[in-house]
């Protein structure tokens, strides 16, 4: 259990979490000078460093959705079926089109981690996105990597 200042973000986010969703995101804000927030780039981080610990993150604070690039493994896909939950895809490199679709920032926690760092509150419409692992324990990254795998010995046998 977090304590001080750790405790008071702890309490602030876990009801947005709940049932709610985390974007892998290091995102490029204007209006720090006054407070008025708006986010300029907004691409998608690779997600796979997260994986030693996303699937505890996502049945903690019941996390129905995550979003972020290049896909997750078993530990973030078991839990995508156990909570349930989703893993979203957002295309990298899109990081401009993709800040057109953050309309609020509601709020940030921790901005003295920086802004790439920081618990950015958002709210979105229209977010760019594909389902790529589900709660029924499809992966299409899995299957794109098995199906890659079995080209590739195929043509070595050649």
């Known amino acids: ?21 985390l974007y892998h995101c290091g995102p ?14 907004a691409g998608p981080t690779t997600s796979t460093r997260e994986e030693p ?23 973030t896909l078991t839990a995508c079926h156990e909570v349930p939950g989703v893993y979203l895809h957002a295309i990298g490199g899109a990081a401009s089109l993709i800040a057109q679709s953050v309309h609020k920032v509601v709020g940030v926690h921790k901005l003295d981690f920086g802004v790439p760092e920081a618990i950015w509150v958002i709210e979105v ?8 692992m589900d709660a029924h324990n499809h992966s299409l990254h899995a299957d794109v990597e098995a199906r890659s795998k079995e080209t590739l010995e195929r043509l070595l046998v050649v």
């Open 125 to 132: 419409k229209d977010f760019p996105v594909f389902v790529t």
């Open 28 to 41: 490029v804000v204007a209006g720090l000078d006054t407070g008025n927030y708006r986010f300029v780039a």
């Open 53 to 75: 610990y996303q699937g505890d993150v996502m049945r903690h604070f019941n996390l129905k959705v995550v979003i972020g690039k290049g896909g997750m493994g078993l530990k």
């Open 1 to 21: 259990q977090p304590d001080g200042d750790d405790l008071k973000v702890y309490e602030a986010i876990r009801p947005l979490l709940d049932g709610g969703a």
